[in-house]
């Protein structure tokens, strides 16, 4: 019998840790009932298939405010706006949603900004064999193009440390920051492996507000590790391939 690899899946798991469910974003299973619930209590929400790569059908939902129901839809690098709750969600389902799918809805964190562009970090957490200790061989920052909401259309990719430093979080401990992010990858694949203990590699996306706080956006079954490639080193690129030849 197949095990789920889904974004629903992975969350209940991740959520019944006492220390990662305080660094998931709240999440449910989407439906007209939570889409409503959701955006009344956060105004701004990500729609994702529970099953998916690179983004694909991700969409990112912001309520209106002066208590007019005007949601905006931004899918990719495209905007509309729909007036009233339920033609809100039917427009989603009709015309955004991909057909087959289950979706999550996820409150949006609000990410550190770049030029105004929101970044993540993809956190390569592998080991050499199922016995083997889970180490972080890789972390690099991905910010998203301009007028895009997601980092899966990347601008660009920094180092953690380029990244903070050009971030409004640049005075803040670097070294602290970066072994809290790598502590919450190691526990998030030591969490998972009780549900996929055969599995030898996570790619977790993984982001930090304005606030300094570290979340876990999403824990990815295996996540690619091309991103590594458009840094001037390549180290951490070969050293995810040394893992994956155990």
Known sequence: MAVSVGKWTK????????????????????????????LNRYREVFL?????????????????????????FH????????????????????????KGKRYIIQQKVNLLKINNCPFDFRVMVQRKNV???????????????RHYVTTNVAAK???????IRQSSLY??????????????ALRTASVLQKKYPHHRRFGIDM???YSGKVWIIEANYRGSNNIFLFLKDKAMYERVLEYDHG
């Not at 990719?157 to 990244?163: G, P």
């Not at 005075?171 to 919450?184: G, N, R, T, Y």
Request: charged share 25%.
């Open 11 to 38: 969350y209940n798991v991740m959520k019944k840790d006492p220390w990662l469910a305080q660094a998931v974003p709240p999440t449910q299973l989407l439906t007209y009932k939570t889409f409503q619930l959701f």
């Open 48 to 72: 994702k298939p529970s099953v998916g790569e690179m983004g694909a059908g991700v969409v990112h939902v912001r309520a209106g405010g002066g208590g007019k129901r005007i949601y905006e």
């Open 75 to 98: 899918s990719g690098n495209r905007r509309v706006m729909i007036l009233g709750t339920k033609r809100a969600y039917n427009y989603f389902c009709r015309y955004l949603k991909v």
């Open 131 to 145: 016995n083997s200790p889970w180490s972080v061989t890789a972390i690099a920052a991905k910010v998203a193009a």
């Open 157 to 163: 990719v920094l180092t953690f440390e380029e990244a």
């Open 171 to 184: 005075s803040k401990d670097l070294k602290a920051l970066e072994k809290e992010v790598k502590s919450i």
């Open 207 to 209: 982001g930090i507000d």
